[in-house]
């Protein structure tokens, strides 16, 4: 049975205002996220169906607070302290710094932060 510490998941990308340690075990994906106040994720995700993440997430917030917006424009808060469970079909808005731990289908992740990373390297160029 694996179990991981953050120091020891290789770190998928990271930018001034966002890290992502991933692995994948079992299907899934374990990721620990680092995201700054002020972040969001709709430009990453533009072009996907909807313009939103495609990949369902259950998570827990170490710290921070998220607020969701689901593609019906609903939208709900997430602080430090709560576990979650986010369904394809949304996007994040990071309003204080956030830790999270956060366990994915691999596949629909994978497939989500490909084109996040196009639309990173796209921006990057312009």
């Known amino acids: ?74 939208e709900e808060t997430l602080d430090a302290g709560q576990a979650y469970y986010l369904p394809a079909g949304h996007n994040v808005v990071v309003e204080e710094d956030a830790l999270l731990i956060e366990f994915s289908p691999a596949p629909e992740r994978t497939k989500t932060m490909e084109h996040a990373a196009q639309m990173m390297q796209a921006a990057a160029g312009a």
């Open 1 to 74: 049975m694996p179990a991981y510490s953050q120091d020891q998941v290789p770190i998928e990308f990271e930018v001034d205002v966002a890290q992502a340690r991933s692995i994948e075990q079992g299907g899934m994906t374990l990721a620990f996220e680092r995201l700054s106040a002020g972040v969001e994720t709709a430009p990453l995700f533009k072009g996907l169906p909807d313009d939103a993440c495609q990949s369902p997430h259950w998570g827990y917030v170490i710290s921070g607070r998220l607020r969701i917006v689901a593609t019906d424009g609903s």
